[in-house]
């Protein structure tokens, strides 16, 4: 904030800018990146509007945790493969997990093989 201006002065001065702020009550925000997810308990969540852009200022206890890497395999998926390599059930499965379910990875590996 600015120094030596009262919070009642910068809510007056941010409306005639055209700037709300609002509070949002939650329990959790949970960012998921990549390889892993912040979750923060118990956040303070201030939106800030201006100019048609919202803007998010999240606080709180924060806990980092890794995703899990875990890929679905559908039978389907499974079945695909074995038909288009020519190879077994385990073989497919097997390239699938390696290519993180991408069919077509799987595919090209065990033509490879």
């Known amino acids: 904030m600015m120094p030596n201006m009262d919070p009642r002065q910068m809510r007056n001065l941010m409306a005639k800018m055209g700037i709300t702020s609002t509070e949002l009550d939650a329990r959790r925000v949970i960012i998921e990146c990549d390889d892993k997810e912040i979750i923060v308990e118990n956040p303070q969540i201030t939106i800030i509007e201006a100019q048609g852009t919202k803007t998010f200022q ?51 590996k065990l033509g490879q093989a």
């Open 58 to 108: 999240v606080s709180g206890k924060i806990n980092e945790r890794a995703r899990s890497a875990a890929v679905e395999i559908t039978d389907d998926d499974i079945k695909i493969v074995m038909e288009r390599s020519g190879k077994s059930e385990n073989d497919a499965r097997i390239a699938l997990e390696e290519s993180n379910g991408d069919i077509a990875a799987a595919i090209l």
